[in-house]
């Protein structure tokens, strides 16, 4: 009896000293971890038609970290040559676009097909390329983003919030100018989505016989209602006749820049103004640019039947003989 009691005795000691072995390692490996940064949390994959995206993402897509890390194109959109912002602060890799390549100088439309495919041929995108866009003036790299889509580029991303956003995450930039490395092949005919383009004044006259068309402003209510043309080189104002008001692009962004839920915009901005899913809705603006915010947060919430009017108002008081409303609608 009294040895089977020592032999038990000895039996609970070694389970002890085994555990407690055991959780010293569990600790120790625990530390290293913590030490060489190996147990960072991973930043969660995002869908290719999730156009606005965290600083975190982008940065993980740096690192390596993502499917589209093998194969992606930062672009820093601006007007203009690069700007000094630019060569002292930009995220690492990224390449300054001016929009002037993608626009021509009569009407400030997209410039054709064959122009926009040598642009992306000579940045290194093909339709295969993630495109991470970013700017100061999120109507300026909305732009950019939306000709993308337009042309056949199947992954397209917006940084939320900007260069703001990423300084505030404290994330790694770079100075100097980065130059593209140009490919030989866009991998697709441009564009592979015409159905998201009303370029002239015409095709929305068209667009006007259906009941369901929704033709957008996306200008100041001062713009809307012909108080200002809101140009310098615009000297009529007011809006094309049958157009709703959408708002100026300002409502679009909350405070730290970053883009509102489709939920709140149809709730304070849409609403009023009879405009929901399931319209065939043409969005514009004076040239083109705060236009393709809603467009583009339409499309990544899959929303069908979206266009961007390109011409706008610009084009639209060029020919005195178009209808025009000046005032409240309603």
Excluded at 52 to 58: D, G, I, L, R, T
Excluded at 95 to 106: A, F, R, Y
Excluded at 162 to 167: E, K, P, R, V
Excluded at 207 to 216: G, I
Aim: charged share 25%; with cysteine.
């Amino acid at each position: 009896m009294k040895r089977r009691n020592i032999l038990l005795i000895l039996l609970v000691c070694l389970a002890l000293v085994f555990t407690a072995c055991s959780g010293k390692t569990d600790t120790t490996e625990l530390d290293k971890e913590k030490t060489t940064g190996e147990n960072t949390v991973d930043v969660e994959p995002v869908d290719k038609k999730k156009v606005f995206v965290s600083p975190e993402w982008v940065n993980s897509v740096i690192e390596g970290k993502q499917p589209q890390s093998d194969n992606y194109v930062i672009l820093e959109v601006s007007w203009g040559e690069p700007s000094d912002e630019y060569k002292s602060t930009h995220i690492p890799g990224a390449v300054h676009m001016n929009t002037d390549l993608i626009e021509e100088s009569t009407y400030w439309n997209i410039r054709t097909p064959e122009e926009i495919e040598q642009v992306f041929k000579d940045f290194g995108i093909t339709k295969d390329t993630t495109v991470i866009a970013y700017s100061s003036d999120i109507s300026a790299v909305s732009r950019v983003a939306f000709v993308c889509v337009w042309a056949g580029v199947e992954e397209v991303h917006v940084l939320d919030g900007g260069l703001d956003a990423w300084l505030a995450g404290n994330y790694p930039t770079e100075s100097g100018i980065i130059e593209p490395v140009p490919v030989d092949d866009f991998g697709a005919e441009i564009p592979a989505h015409p159905e998201y383009l009303l370029s002239m004044p015409e095709e929305v006259i068209e667009a006007q016989k259906d009941d369901n068309f929704r033709l957008v402003s996306i200008r100041s209510w001062d713009e809307f209602i012909g108080k200002t043309s809101g140009y310098s080189y615009i000297d009529r104002a007011g809006e094309p006749l049958g157009a709703v008001w959408g708002h100026d692009v300002d409502a679009y962004l909350n405070e730290d820049g970053t883009v509102k839920s489709i939920d709140e915009i149809q709730e304070t901005l849409w609403n009023e103004w009879d405009i929901k899913k399931g319209n065939r809705i043409a969005f514009y603006c004076g040239t083109g640019w705060r236009a393709t915010v809603p467009f583009l947060i339409c499309y990544e919430n899959g929303w069908d039947n979206i266009s961007l009017y390109d011409g706008g108002w610009f084009v639209w008081q060029m020919d005195e003989s178009l209808p025009i409303q000046t005032g409240d609608p309603r």
